[in-house]
């Protein structure tokens, strides 16, 4: 039987590391000199989210037909070409009435319960290999794209902070609201 070697246990390795770990956290709380606050511009460029409600949506607009261009060159390669799904991808398109089966299909059009959250989504996260090249007119594209392709949209019809807010997604209502004590509204009351 081999010696044991406490320096080859994973117990004195693990402690190591916590060691070295709570040193570093505690060398972090040091003012370094180093950097700078944002400025209240540099947050504001930073800060894109957009709400489900629509809050902080940009100016600019596009079609589906426009979306379908952005769409062939920058999703097709992951999500197929009619947002079906591919090797590297999610499914963007079909499903509905699924949910409720054996085997749901969770889309955009099946699933999502908001349109600007497909937006919101796009515009932050998408195309992966390059988050955030799309224009802001792209992202409207691209989504009155995807949205088309659910049924949700009519092909040349322009969409835009005013319309994208009109869209009823087919499971707006297949949520159910978080009513913990800790968020939602109760929370909010209780912070002010």
Request: charged letters at 20%; glycine letters at 14%.
């Amino acid at each position: 039987m081999a010696a044991w070697k406490p320096h080859n246990s994973l117990f004195v390795r693990l402690a190591m590391a916590a060691l070295l770990g709570a040193g570093a956290a505690g060398a972090q709380t040091a003012t370094l000199g180093l950097g700078r606050a944002a400025t209240p511009a540099e947050i504001q460029a930073a800060d894109i989210s957009v709400s489900p409600s629509g809050v902080n949506l940009p100016p600019g607009g596009g079609t589906a037909g426009q979306g379908a261009d952005v769409y062939q060159r920058r999703c097709q390669r992951c999500h197929g070409a009619k947002g079906e799904g591919g090797e590297e991808g999610p499914a963007l398109a079909g499903g509905q009435g699924s949910l409720a089966t054996p085997k749901p299909l969770k889309t955009v059009g099946s699933y999502w319960p908001h349109a600007t959250t497909l937006f919101d989504y796009t515009r932050r996260a998408m195309p992966f290999n390059q988050p955030g090249i799309l224009t802001n007119d792209q992202v409207y594209a691209v989504t009155a794209y995807v949205l088309h392709l659910n049924g949700l949209f009519p092909a040349g019809q322009r969409l835009d902070a005013q319309s994208l807010l009109k869209i009823k997604m087919p499971n707006r209502d297949g949520f159910i609201p978080d009513d913990r004590p800790d968020t939602g509204k109760s929370a909010k009351k209780a912070k002010r």
